[in-house]
């Protein structure tokens, strides 16, 4: 036979579920068999789920992979599976893939590229494979091969140089807002410098701060897209591939649309969040709502991740917060139909100041008093979680994060963090994006300066520069890695430069105690960026 149909099973897995992954692996195959397909290609180490990190230190783990993988030579027949999973050989640890049919393993290809930047620490654990695999289905001699192998020279030349008519490519790549074009043009090249077609099958869904985004696609000998799966869902497609003048040939298949910038970073965050909250069992979250911009746009995305039924919203007005943002607040609770309190802080906060008298006495008001009304809100809402089993969702973006523009314990205090990675100048574009597809913000939330209202007639821009000039400094500093220097020779004030670069570095004992987040951008806090806490450098 010379056509081939080949199933993408891009799917959402659970690290660590190794018996619930074994479901999802086994009720795919039945899927894809009932649609016609010879071949089923899930993602990068299906069975155990992305990353385990030291899961994979744990011998109870490889015994069930062992047992998975006899599962699924023993229910599964009649097509062919290609499933990535952890495998011991003597001492060695591998990043494997197996190719699986009828009870038997037709051959079995070890990752020769180990990723081991960004979030990426897999050489902690796997030991580099050496060589090709190629196996044979229904005549056409297929190459195995594992997400970073595509991205480095060699491994897919190797497959073709063993016979290779078609590359199978398995993926856990993550999200990050320029991945998706990144991708698909290393998959070009690789395609098209080797003359052979690649089918690549990425991991869909949220795995603590890491989301998947799925857009598993097809590539042709030349380099030229034949399908792309769609963005942040569960898939299963086809594709049928035929041999026409000696060579393996996609037929065409649907091209799901690339997200726009704003669409998917929301999908992005809306993803993170259900699947943090689902994969953890939570009945729901429970988050401060301010009449500030950053709170409406997490109370949006939780909305929009759980259902109405599974949010509640706190507001905890104190003797600075301002009418506007009372009403504000209520007027989108009200949109959305969530479970809403008004709780004042004002009698906690006097409670504290009182007993504090006499130890102040003395010294004026500071930020002391700011983050004890703070810590005041964030006991509230771990009393909330506490009584209700529901999850702090905490509100803080990434341009308070990077220059320490929070308080620790207070709105700091929960346990997933919808914004993190997210600088302010986004948070406003990704509010207007919501907007579009019904108004749940409040236009005057969007349009009023930000304030902490932590203070008489405070504003964000009392303590920092302009967002629109703090957030591309960070950028520089942060995501590229540019000096102080070189930002200044951007155009960019030295002293301010100067300023927000050492409120970045003073920081790093706050962000170490934040909760963890959704990465979005190529260099998030936490696992992408690891600076010491305590440390003398200075540029």
């Known amino acids: 036979m010379s056509d081939l149909r080949v199933a993408l099973a891009q799917i959402n897995l659970l690290v660590g579920d190794v018996s619930g992954n074994t479901d999802k692996l086994i009720a795919a195959a039945n899927d894809a068999k009932a649609k016609g397909a010879h071949v089923v290609v899930y993602p990068e180490l299906a069975v155990t789920g992305y990353p385990p990190e030291d899961l ?320 005041c809100r964030g006991i509230i809402l771990m009393a909330i979680s506490n009584k209700s089993g529901k999850m702090v969702l905490t509100t803080g973006n990434k341009s308070e994060m990077a220059v320490g523009y929070a308080t620790l314990y207070g709105d700091m205090a929960g346990g997933f963090a919808a914004i993190k990675d997210v600088p302010k100048t986004l948070v406003f574009r990704l509010s207007e994006y919501r907007n579009t597809i019904s108004r749940v913000i409040p236009q005057r939330i969007i349009d009023r300066p930000p304030s902490a209202e932590l203070a008489p007639d405070q504003v964000d821009e009392d303590s920092l520069p302009p967002y629109e000039v703090l957030d591309p400094i960070l950028e520089m500093f942060i995501e590229k890695d540019m000096s102080p220097k070189e930002i200044v020779a951007r155009g960019y004030d030295e002293e301010t430069v100067r300023r927000v670069t050492r409120m970045v570095l003073i920081n790093e004992y706050k962000r170490r105690q934040a909760p963890p987040g959704v990465r979005i951008t190529s260099r998030a806090f936490g696992r992408d960026r690891r600076y010491p806490i305590i440390s003398g450098y200075r540029e």
């Open 56 to 375: 994979l230190l744990r011998p109870a783990l490889m015994e069930q992979v062992e047992a998975a993988l006899h599962r699924l030579r023993r229910e599964v027949a009649g097509i062919t599976l290609v499933v990535g999973h952890p495998w011991r050989e003597d001492a060695r640890l591998f990043n494997a893939v197996s190719a699986i049919r009828d009870g038997q393993v037709l051959g079995r290809y070890y990752k020769q590229a180990l990723p081991n930047y960004g979030v990426f620490d897999e050489m902690r654990y796997f030991t580099p494979g050496e060589g090709a695999t190629v196996v044979e289905v229904e005549g056409v001699k297929l190459g195995l091969t594992i997400c970073e192998d595509i991205w480095q020279s060699g491994p897919v030349e190797q497959s073709v140089a063993a016979g290779a008519e078609l590359v199978l490519n398995i993926n856990a790549s993550p999200y990050h807002y320029s991945k998706r074009p990144e991708r698909e043009t290393v998959v070009a090249r690789e395609a098209s410098a080797n003359k052979v077609p690649v089918v690549y099958v990425n991991l869909v869904g949220g795995q603590d701060e890491l989301v998947f985004d799925g857009n598993s696609l097809v590539m042709d000998a030349e380099g030229k897209l034949a399908h792309r799966a769609p963005e942040f869902r569960e898939s299963l497609t086809v594709v049928e591939f035929k041999r026409e003048d000696g060579a393996m040939k996609p037929s065409a298949s649907e091209i799901f649309p690339a997200l726009a910038h704003e669409e998917g970073v929301y999908q992005a965050i809306v993803t993170g969040v259900r699947d943090y909250v689902e994969k953890a069992h939570f009945p729901g979250v429970v988050l401060g709502l301010s009449g500030g911009i950053d709170s409406a746009l997490c109370l949006a995305v939780a909305v929009d991740a759980l259902g109405a039924d599974r949010v509640e919203a706190v507001m905890m007005p104190s003797r600075y917060t301002s009418d506007m943002s009372v009403q504000d607040a209520q007027k989108m609770a009200d949109i959305l139909g969530i479970q809403y309190h008004v709780i004042p802080i004002e009698p906690m906060f006097r409670a504290f100041t009182d007993s504090l008298a006499e130890t102040f006495a003395g010294k004026p008001a500071d930020t002391t008093e700011e983050n004890i009304q703070a810590r």
